[in-house]
């Protein structure tokens, strides 16, 4: 679909069986959680602070206050997060959110610049907990429609099957014989000349500047991630610290991060973190992550003081989660193009 006049009847006839079917999945998803006493929120998406990540780049806009007070400058959310954790502080134990998110400069088969993420949160609860909402949400979805198999292209995965599970160090052996956590000694510095050397003898480029996360992603998209999910779902565990974004490091090892990330047909449809709930350390994280996207992007966003203010009061230990909906849609249908699973597309 290419975006443009998608409400003649002709062209959206095409469509509708698949939106339909997208209206009945996120029902029974609504059905998931309102069987297990969570509470569907709203969050505004408006923020001063749209989200971290180094690599996701925010829209930005000016709201004005009346007979012109004051203008301030405000970002549309790349995820709910923030203020979803601060309900958490307030009280909410269990709570589930279908947001619309925007990320900028993002448009493939598998990305738009607006879509829909499903972001919900358990408090007294570790990832364990959401790899097991992952799985029983897709069997949802599946039943929804209904569908026997996940299907992109010639690609299939059973939904209904107990995902397999991989942590990232047990993938980088099984897919590259690369051990990852040789670069890892030290969490803090991780060590980009054992993982380029390792990288390099298998064949993949790596540049002269390089960093340890650049060799890591590379390695991850070329030889491990297109090759996830299937037959059935992948869910890959425990990365490595250096990529920990705002999950906690695991009690037994400070290597890894309680991180995973859920696959299907090779594609990513899910990330979870057993949640960082100390301050000092997010503020940490915060900093670096915008340090390194400044380098890189020569852009900075700012901090959400509000966001850890409410940590420091005190986030209690819990598990959370976003799912991409658009993409979970796509592989119940056998949809190719996000385009085709979205009731109108941003036109571009």
């Known amino acids: 679909m290419s975006g443009k006049e998608w409400w003649r009847p002709e062209d959206f006839a095409l469509r509708q069986p698949t939106l339909l079917a997208r209206a009945r999945i996120m029902a029974a998803i609504r059905g998931f959680f309102g069987n297990r006493g969570f509470v569907e929120v709203e969050t505004p998406c408006l923020q001063r602070s749209p989200g971290l990540e180094p690599h996701i780049m925010a829209l930005s806009t000016e709201l004005a206050e009346p ?3 004051s203008r301030q400058k405000l970002y549309l959310h790349t995820s709910p997060e923030f203020a979803m954790k601060k309900l958490l502080v307030a009280g909410m134990p269990r709570i589930f959110q279908f947001a619309h998110v925007w990320r900028d400069a ?9 879509f829909t993420m499903l972001e919900w949160y358990r408090a007294g609860a570790g990832y364990e907990a959401l790899m097991e909402d992952c799985a029983a949400i897709m069997a949802s979805a599946a039943r929804a429609v209904p569908a026997g198999e996940f299907r992109r292209g010639d690609r299939r995965c059973d939904p209904f099957a107990a995902p397999r599970k991989l942590s990232v160090a047990e993938a980088f052996f099984e897919y590259s014989d690369i051990d990852l956590l040789a670069s890892i000694d030290d969490p803090t510095r991780p060590d980009v000349r054992v993982l380029a050397t390792a990288a390099r003898e298998r064949g993949l480029h790596v540049g002269e500047t390089d960093s340890w996360e650049d060799v890591f992603f590379r390695v991850m998209m070329e030889r491990i991630e297109p090759f996830l999910g299937d037959g059935v779902p992948l869910i890959l565990h425990d990365y490595p610290v250096p990529l920990a974004a705002l999950s906690r490091p695991r009690p037994d090892d400070p290597r890894l991060a309680e991180r995973f990330e859920l696959y299907a047909c090779g594609v990513e449809l899910a990330n979870g973190f057993g949640e960082l709930t100390d301050a000092a350390e997010q503020r940490r994280r915060f900093e670096a992550d915008m340090d390194l996207k400044e380098r890189l992007y020569g852009v900075r966003y700012p901090v959400d003081e509000d966001f850890l203010a409410a940590l420091e009061l005190g986030l209690p230990d819990c598990a959370g989660i976003a799912l991409g909906v658009d993409r979970l849609v ?3 249908t056998g949809s190719l193009a996000i385009d085709d ?8």
């Open 67 to 69: 007979f012109g007070a």
């Open 341 to 348: 699973v979205l009731w109108a597309p941003v036109v571009g």
């Open 106 to 114: 993002e448009r493939s088969p598998t990305h738009h610049p607006e």
């Open 330 to 332: 796509m592989l119940a």
